[in-house]
Each structure stands twice: as C-alpha cells, then as structure tokens.
T-cell receptor, first 111, second 114 residues
Framework: DQQVKQNSPSLSVQEGRISILNCDYT??????FLWYKKYPAEGPTFLIS?????DKNEDGRFTVFLNKSAKHLSLHIVPSQPGDSAVYFC??????????FGAGTTVTVRA | DAGITQSPRHKVTETGTPVTLRCHQT?????MYWYRQDPGHGLRLIHY???????DKGEVSDGYSVSRSKTEDFLLTLESATSSQTSVYFC?????????????FGPGTRLLVL
C-alpha cells in the first residue's frame, strides 16, 4: 500500500508561470520530506527537503510547503523554466534513511 | 555529485536466467541502496547495505539477493529472472544513515526479462 501519493501524473505549465506539485502521505510517523528531480536516462537528484518541525522551506525558485494536519506537501517552482521539465518524486522518511517515494509527476514547461 | 556508475546500463535476458547488476562508487560512502522504478510505483527499496558484508532487506526484496565485499561495490543478483522483474534499477549511496542525508543516485540499469 503506497504511503506517499502523487495524484497528478503530469503537469503542463507555461514558461515563467508557477508550477505547483502536490503530494499526500498516510503515515503519521513520517517526519522528513524530500523532493527529487529526474531527467530521462539519468538517476534522480535531490532538489529540496523539509523537516516536520517546519511548514516552509525555500531554495531559490523552489519552495516546499508542509501541512502536517492535512498530511500534504507541495512544491512550488517560480518562475518555471524549460530546464525544469522533468519527473519530480516526492519522498518521505520516518526517522531513518529508508525513503518511501511517490509515483512521480511529469512536468512539461511550454515555451 | 557522487561518482556512481552502474553496469550494464541495458540488459535483455530470458526468464529463468540469473542476472547480476553492479553498482560502483568512488565516494567512499558507507551506505548503499538498490531501488527499482516502475510506472505507478515510483522508486521502491529492494535491499540496502550499511557497511561491507552488512546488508538488509527493503520493501520488495523477494527474488533478489545482494552482496558487498568492498566499500565501493554493491551487487544485485536476480537468481532466476522473471518477467515481473522487468524494471529500471537504480543504485544510490549516502555517507550517513539519516533522512536528512541526501542519497546520490546512479544513472540506472534498464532490465527487460522476456
């Protein structure tokens, strides 16, 4: 049973606009959340993370928001650029290094 | 980026044959992981290693075995490949066993079992 869910398989956004990717989780023991980005024929690379003691973490154009009561997190990319076209995986951990991943969201940034 | 290579990058094999995938790292990371990526499932942990000769099972370990005889190499073996093991396999490493510690991924091996 998948404990981390990304319900939108794909997202198309115009260059310069905001991309919002959503992730829901069911395990209340999860206390650390990460986003990974993956280009075709490459391995995933770490993008941004957030601890459960925070509700927001920002790194340049990327911001992750965590709503613990709703068991929901989101990744905002502002502004979206063509190089952001990739698959984005949400991942979560329950106080150890074992990660549970979502199925991924494919983002396409249109010129 | 951690220097992580995987070999082979692509493999086609037949049901019932043994297959070994190799992960090699040059970063001297203690922890290594094998994942498989399938549509609709994201990445799922198969096995992991927390040191030379120290390994343990992950979420989807049935049908797989691993070995780690030296820090830099982590082998994944399918003893008798089945069509359900057709997947993309990723190796990852990390220096410490912390959720906050970034895992560095290799480029992946695409395996097709006919």
């Amino acid at each position: 049973d998948q404990q981390v869910k990304q319900n939108s398989p794909s997202l198309s956004v115009q260059e310069g606009r905001i991309s919002i990717l959503n992730c829901d989780y069911t395990n209340s023991m999860f206390d650390y959340f990460l986003w990974y980005k993956k280009y075709p024929a490459e391995g995933p690379t770490f993008l941004i993370s957030i601890s459960s003691i925070k509700d927001k973490n920002e790194d340049g154009r990327f911001t992750v928001f965590l709503n613990k009561s709703a068991k929901h997190l989101s990744l905002h990319i502002v502004p979206s650029q063509p190089g952001d076209s990739a698959v984005y995986f949400c991942a979560a951990s329950a106080n150890d290094y074992k990660l549970s991943f979502g199925a991924g969201t494919t983002v396409t940034v249109r010129a | 980026d951690a220097g992580i290579t995987q070999s082979p990058r692509h493999k086609v094999t037949e049901t019932g044959t043994p297959v070994t995938l190799r992960c090699h790292q040059t970063e001297n990371h203690r922890y290594m992981y094998w994942y498989r990526q399938d549509p609709g499932h994201g990445l799922r942990l198969i096995h992991y290693s927390y040191g030379v000769k120290d390994t343990d099972k992950g979420e989807v370990s049935d049908g797989y075995s691993v070995s780690r005889s030296k820090t830099e190499d982590f082998l994944l073996t399918l003893e008798s490949a089945t069509s359900s093991q057709t997947s993309v396999y990723f190796c990852a490493t990390s220096p410490r066993a912390l959720a906050s510690e970034t895992q560095y991924f290799g480029p992946g091996t695409r395996l097709l079992v006919l």
